[in-house]
C-alpha cells in the first residue's frame, strides 16, 4: 500500500462525507435550540436545484452557492413559521416539508435537466495540488473546506460564546430561558434559518459537485443519515465530526471490499452500520449520562410562552 | 392595537371540523392561481386533483386502497401522540411486519389451510409490535429517545428487507430477481369485499376505528394514556405506571404497523424492492391531522388518499407534471396543521402593549 | 360517513362501472390512446428519461393518430394497479409499464381489460393481451468491453453495477468477454452500489474501482456522475442510456444508448393496422433498440474498427459475444467451444465469467 493509494482512498472518504457532514452541522445548532426539523432532505433539494439553476443561469458558481444557501433558509422558515409562532407539532412539520422540499425542487427541475453546469474549481490554484500531499490538502472543493471550518466554529460558537450558551439554554429549558428575558423564540427562528442555510448548501454539494448537473431526487436520502449523525455525535461537535468521518469510512471501506472480491458481510449489513451504531450509541450513552447524554431537554417540545 | 392569541380553556369543537375544511378549499383556491401562472388550466387541474377522487365512485377503490394502511398506522400511532410517545419508525414496523408475515408464507408455501391467512396476520402483527419493541425497550430502560430510536430503525428494516429478498428468500423460479415467490391462494385475503370493489384492508380500518374509539373514549387505559400525556408528573402520583404506558403504545402502533404491512404484501402478493413506500411516514401525518382521534385517523387518511389519487389523475387529465401533487399534498397539510392554532386559541385584537403575554 | 350504506355504494359503482359501455362509441377518427407508466420521474436523465424520450418519438411519428399519456412516480407496489385500471378505463387501448416491478400487478389488470393491449417491459410473464419487451444491452456492452480491451493499459477494467439482476451479470459478462477477446489477460473488477440512482456512492465507487488500478469504468447506474470524475483522474469511461459527452468530454469514450422510440411505434402502428398480437421481444443493435453514440476523437482509428465490427456483427448476426467456450469465476467451462448461451439460460444468468472479480 503506498502513499498515494491511502491518500486517494481518503480522498473517497472526505468526499463521500463532506454533503452529510454540513447538513448534520445545520441541523446540529437547530437541535441545540430545542427543535428537530426532520424537513433536511427536502432543504437539501431545493439548495440543489437553486444552486444549479443560479450557478447556471449566471454562470458562476459562487453566486449559485449563495442562492442555495438563501432557498434552503427561505424553505426553513415555512417550518419555523409552523412550528414556532403558530405551535404546529414538529414531527409532523418536518416531514411536510420533506414532501414540499421534494415537489418544489422537482417543479423547478423540470427546466434544467440535462444541462451540464460548469465545473466548480477547487479554491486553491492547481499547482499546489499536484503531488499526492498537496492534493489532499489542496485538491478539494470549496465545500470539503467550509464543511471543515464550519464543524469547528459551531464548536467553538456552542462552548465559548455567549450566545452560544444562551442558545443552548433555550434548548434546555425554554420556560427559564424566556423567564430570564431571553428572545426564546426569536433565537430558534435564527437557528433554523441557519440550519436551512447550511442544509441548503450540502445540497448544492451534490448538484455543483458530485454531479454538476440536476437529477430530481439526487441527494438519495443523506439528509436522513445526517439526522442519525446528530443523534450519533450526542450533540456535541466533535463528535459530529468524527462521526461524519467515521460513516464515510465505513461506506468506503464497503466499496473497497467489495471491488477487491471480499464480502465479508452482505453489503446490506454494511449499509445498516451507520443506524446500528447510532442506536447502539444512544443508548450507551443514555445508560451513562441517565439522559441521552447532550440531547437538548426541549427537543421536539413547542414552547407557547402564552400557553 | 396589536392582534394577540388568547388560549381557549376548551378545544372549540366547531373550529376543529371547520379549520380543516377551510385549509383545504384555501389552498384549492390557491391551486387554481398557481397552475395558471405555471400555464395549465388552474380550475381544470384543482378539480382532478381534489374532486374528481371524491365525487367518480370508480376512484373510490383506489382511494380506499391507499387509506387502508394510513388509516391503520394512523390509529395506531394516534395512541401514542396521546401520551406524547413519539413513535417515527412505523414504516419499519411496517416492514418487519411483512417480513414476518412473508416468513410464515415462505414456511407454509406448500400447505394450504383456513388458518394459515389468520396466522400471517397475527405474526404480521407481533413482528411490527416485536421491532417496536426496541425503541420501547431502549426508552424505558436507559431513557433513550424513541424519536430517534424509531426512525433510525426504519433504514436497518429497510437493508433487512433487502438482504432477505436478494438472498434467502429469492423467487427460486423468479428468473434471479429480488423477489420473493409470490403467495399463494391460501396466503391471500380475497383482492375485494363482494361486490363493493374495496379492499379488505378497508374493513379492517374501519372495525379498528370503532375499536380504537372505545379504548380511548371509554377505558381506564385510554384515559390513562391522556392523563400521562398531559401531565406525567401527576399521572404517576395518580398511580399510573408510565414505562408500562410507553410498552403500550409503542407495542400497539407497531403491531398496528405489522398489521398494515401484512394486508399491504397480500396486495401486492410478494415482497420486492418496491414494498416499501413510505406508508409509514405518512401515517404519522395522518395521526396528527386526525387530532389523534379515531374518527379523525379515518378522515384524515381519507383526505390523505384523495390527495395521492387526484395527483394521478390531474397527470393523466391535465399532464401537470407529479412533482406538483406532492406540492399540494404538502401545502394541505401545511394548512391543516396552522389552522390548529384556531382549535386552540381565538385571536383577540388588544389595544395596549401591557397586557400582551399576560 | 354519514347515512351512507354500503348498498348505496353498490349502487353507484355498479351506475359507474356501467357508464363506458353507455358512453359514445369510438369512431375511426378518433386517434389511438397510448399510455405509459414510470418508474421514476421523466426527469431522472435515466431509465425513465429514455422511456418518455420513446414516448414523444411516438407522438412525432404518428401525429394526431395517436395520443398518448404519461403517469411517472408509480411505485412498484399494490398502488400501480389503479393507476393501470384507470388508464384502461380512461380509453387508452395501448399501455406500456416500463419497470420490472410491474409485472403482476400489469398481468392482474390485463385480465380485467382484455381488450386493452399491455407491453411490460423486462418481465417474463405474458398474457394474450400482454407482450413483454426489453432490449438486449448486453450488445452494447460487448462493443464498449472491445474498445475498453484496447484503451486500458492497465489490463483491469471496472465496472460499476446496480444489483445483481440478470440484466447487470449479463452486462458485466458481456463487457469482460469483449475485453478479453481482445487482451486475454484483462480482468474486470466489479462494484454493486445496490442503487441504480445515487451520485455520491456512484462516484465514491469510480475513486475506489480507480485506485485499484482500473483505467477503464463502465457504469450500470444511471447518473454522469462517475464519468465526471473520468474526466479528473484522465482515465475513460462510457456513457450509459444516453450520449453523457457533454458532461465528461475527454473521458466520454462513447455511450450505449436506450432507444424505446422505435418499439414504441412499431407497436402503436400494429395496433392501427390491427396487427398487434401477444409477442416477447428482446431487439438489440439490429433493429435500432440500442446504438451507439459517436465515438471519441481519442479513440484510435483501429480500434473504432474494432468496435465498428462487432456492431457489424450484430447487424448480420456473425457475432455472438457469449460464443463457447465461457468458463466461470471458479474456471468451470459452463458453454463448449463451438456452443453460443442460449437466450433462456443469458435471461436467468446469475455468475460471473471468468476474470471478473465480485465480492
Known amino acids: 500500500m503506498t502513499l498515494t493509494f491511502l491518500i486517494d482512498a481518503l480522498i473517497t472518504v472526505i468526499g463521500i462525507t463532506t454533503p452529510i457532514l454540513l447538513a448534520a452541522s445545520g441541523e446540529l445548532v437547530v437541535e441545540k435550540s430545542g427543535v428537530i426539523n426532520l424537513g433536511v432532505e427536502g432543504m437539501m433539494l431545493v439548495g440543489a436545484i437553486t444552486g444549479f439553476a443560479v450557478g447556471f443561469e449566471f454562470s458562476d458558481p459562487w453566486i449559485g452557492v449563495g442562492a442555495a444557501a438563501v432557498a434552503g433558509t427561505a424553505t426553513s422558515m415555512i417550518f419555523a413559521v409552523l412550528v414556532l409562532s403558530l405551535g404546529t407539532n414538529q414531527v409532523a412539520t418536518g416531514l411536510a416539508l420533506t414532501i414540499f422540499g421534494i415537489g418544489l425542487s422537482s417543479l423547478i427541475g423540470t427546466n434544467y435537466t440535462g444541462f451540464a453546469a460548469l465545473p466548480f474549481d477547487p479554491p486553491f490554484p492547481d499547482y499546489l495540488a499536484q503531488d499526492p500531499i498537496g492534493r489532499v490538502i489542496f485538491g478539494h472543493s470549496a465545500f470539503v473546506y467550509f464543511a471543515f471550518i464550519l464543524v469547528f466554529a459551531i464548536g467553538w460558537f456552542l462552548s465559548h460564546t455567549r450566545a452560544g450558551l444562551v442558545l443552548r439554554a433555550v434548548g434546555e429549558n425554554d420556560f427559564s430561558a424566556h423567564s430570564i428575558g431571553y428572545p426564546v423564540i426569536a433565537i430558534r427562528y435564527a437557528a433554523i434559518a441557519f440550519g436551512g442555510a447550511v442544509a441548503g448548501i450540502a445540497g448544492a454539494n451534490f448538484s455543483m459537485v458530485i454531479t454538476p448537473m440536476w437529477a430530481e431526487q439526487m441527494t438519495a436520502g443523506r439528509g436522513w443519515i445526517a439526522l442519525a449523525l446528530v443523534v450519533f455525535s450526542g450533540w456535541r461537535a466533535g463528535r459530529l465530526l468524527a462521526g461524519a468521518y467515521f460513516f464515510g469510512v465505513l461506506m468506503t471501506l464497503e466499496l473497497y471490499a467489495k471491488a477487491s472480491g471480499y464480502a465479508i458481510m452482505p453489503s446490506q449489513f454494511w449499509a445498516a452500520m451507520p443506524y446500528i451504531i447510532a442506536v447502539a450509541v444512544l443508548a450507551f450513552i443514555s445508560a451513562r449520562d441517565g439522559r441521552s447524554g447532550k440531547e437538548p431537554a426541549c427537543l421536539g417540545k413547542p414552547f407557547l410562552p402564552n400557553g | ?358 | 360517513m354519514g347515512n351512507f350504506t354500503r348498498r348505496d355504494f353498490v349502487k353507484a359503482a355498479a351506475a359507474a362501472s356501467a357508464l363506458p359501455i353507455l358512453g359514445r362509441p369510438a369512431f375511426a377518427a378518433d386517434p389511438l390512446k397510448v399510455a405509459f407508466i414510470f418508474l421514476g420521474p421523466v426527469g431522472d436523465y435515466g431509465w425513465t428519461w429514455a422511456h418518455n424520450k420513446g414516448r414523444l418519438e411516438l407522438e412525432k411519428a404518428l401525429g394526431d393518430k395517436v395520443k398518448t399519456t404519461y403517469v411517472e412516480n408509480v411505485k412498484e407496489d399494490a398502488s400501480a394497479v389503479p393507476i393501470l385500471r384507470d388508464l384502461a378505463r380512461q380509453g387508452n387501448k395501448l399501455i406500456f409499464a416500463t419497470s420490472f416491478g410491474y409485472m403482476d400487478q400489469v398481468l392482474e389488470v390485463a385480465k380485467e381489460f382484455p381488450d386493452v393491449k399491455f407491453e411490460h417491459c423486462t418481465g417474463f410473464k405474458r398474457a394474450p393481451n400482454v407482450t413483454t419487451y426489453n432490449s438486449r444491452f448486453h450488445e452494447g456492452r460487448a462493443v464498449t468491453g472491445t474498445i475498453a480491451g484496447h484503451m486500458s493499459k492497465s489490463g483491469v477494467i471496472g465496472y460499476l453495477g446496480s444489483f445483481k439482476i440478470p440484466e447487470v451479470v449479463m452486462g458485466v459478462n458481456a463487457f469482460t468477454l469483449a475485453a478479453q477477446a481482445v487482451n486475454p489477460k484483462i480482468q474486470t473488477k466489479l462494484v454493486m452500489i445496490d442503487s441504480w440512482f445515487d451520485p455520491a456512492k456512484e462516484t465514491a465507487a469510480t475513486q475506489t474501482l480507480a485506485n485499484l488500478g482500473c483505467d477503464v469504468i463502465a457504469t450500470h447506474t444511471d447518473s454522469p456522475a462517475p464519468l465526471q470524475f473520468c474526466q479528473q483522474k484522465g482515465i475513460y469511461g462510457f456513457g450509459q442510456g444516453a450520449d453523457m459527452s457533454k458532461f465528461a468530454p475527454k473521458a466520454h469514450l462513447t455511450a450505449i444508448e436506450d432507444i424505446w422510440g422505435p418499439h414504441y411505434i412499431a407497436r402503436a402502428k400494429a395496433m392501427l393496422d390491427g396487427s398487434w398480437k401477444s409477442e416477447d421481444f428482446w431487439e438489440g443493435i439490429k433493429e435500432g433498440d440500442v446504438k451507439i453514440s459517436p465515438y471519441n476523437a481519442i479513440v484510435p482509428k483501429n480500434v473504432q474498427e474494432a468496435a465498428d465490427k462487432v456492431i457489424e456483427g450484430y447487424k448480420n448476426g456473425s457475432y455472438d459475444v457469449f460464443k463457447g467456450p465461457i468458463f466461470d469465476q471458479s474456471g468451470a467451462e459452463k458453454v463448449p467451444a463451438g456452443k453460443a448461451m442460449s437466450l433462456g439460460d443469458l435471461a436467468t444468468i446469475d455468475w460471473y465469467v471468468k476474470g471478473v472479480q465480485s465480492a
Request: proline share 4%; no cysteine.
Open chain 2, 1 to 358: 392595537m396589536r392582534l394577540v392569541l388568547e388560549k381557549r380553556l376548551e378545544q372549540s369543537r366547531t373550529m376543529v371540523v371547520l379549520t380543516p375544511i377551510l385549509s383545504v378549499i384555501g389552498v384549492m383556491i390557491l391551486g387554481v392561481i398557481i397552475f395558471d401562472a405555471i400555464g395549465y388550466d388552474g380550475f381544470d387541474a384543482v378539480w382532478q386533483l381534489f374532486i374528481t377522487p371524491v365525487i367518480d365512485t370508480y376512484k373510490w377503490r383506489d382511494v380506499a386502497t391507499k387509506a387502508a394502511p394510513l388509516i391503520l398506522i394512523g390509529l395506531g400511532l394516534s395512541i401514542g401522540n396521546r401520551a406524547k410517545i413519539w413513535n417515527i419508525g412505523a414504516e419499519g414496523q411496517y416492514i418487519v411486519g411483512a417480513i414476518s408475515a412473508a416468513g410464515v408464507a415462505y414456511a407454509t408455501q406448500e400447505m394450504s389451510g383456513f388458518w394459515i391467512i389468520p396466522l400471517m396476520l397475527i405474526i404480521g402483527m407481533a413482528g411490527g409490535a416485536a421491532y417496536a419493541a426496541i425503541p420501547a425497550g431502549l426508552k424505558t430502560r436507559y431513557g433513550v429517545s424513541e424519536v430517534l430510536s424509531s426512525l433510525m430503525l426504519v433504514y436497518v428494516s429497510l437493508q433487512l428487507l433487502s438482504y432477505l429478498i436478494t438472498g434467502p428468500w429469492k423467487d427460486p423460479n423468479g428468473m434471479n430477481f429480488p423477489q420473493t415467490a409470490q403467495l399463494t391462494a391460501s396466503q391471500l385475503l380475497p383482492r375485494e369485499l363482494g361486490e363493493t370493489g374495496l379492499p379488505p384492508g378497508l374493513l379492517f380500518a374501519l372495525v379498528g376505528m370503532i375499536i380504537f374509539a372505545i379504548i380511548v373514549d371509554r377505558t381506564v387505559f385510554g384515559f390513562s394514556i391522556r392523563a400521562i400525556g398531559e401531565a406525567p408528573q401527576a399521572a404517576r402520583f395518580g398511580g399510573f405506571n408510565s414505562n408500562r404506558i410507553v410498552w403500550a403504545a409503542l407495542m400497539i402502533s407497531g403491531g398496528m404497523a405489522g398489521l398494515a404491512g401484512t394486508l399491504e404484501l397480500m396486495q401486492l402478493t410478494r415482497l420486492n424492492l418496491g414494498y416499501p413506500s413510505g406508508y409509514g411516514f405518512t401515517a404519522i401525518i395522518v395521526s396528527l391531522l386526525g387530532r389523534s382521534h379515531p374518527f379523525g385517523v379515518f378522515v384524515a387518511g381519507i383526505v390523505l388518499a384523495v390527495t395521492y389519487v387526484g395527483g394521478q389523475v390531474a397527470q393523466t387529465v391535465v399532464h401537470v407534471p407529479n412533482a406538483t401533487a406532492g406540492l399540494f399534498q404538502a401545502l394541505i397539510l401545511f394548512a391543516i396543521l396552522a389552522s390548529d392554532l384556531f382549535v386552540r386559541y381565538r385571536i383577540k385584537i388588544k389595544s395596549s402593549v401591557a397586557e400582551i403575554r399576560a
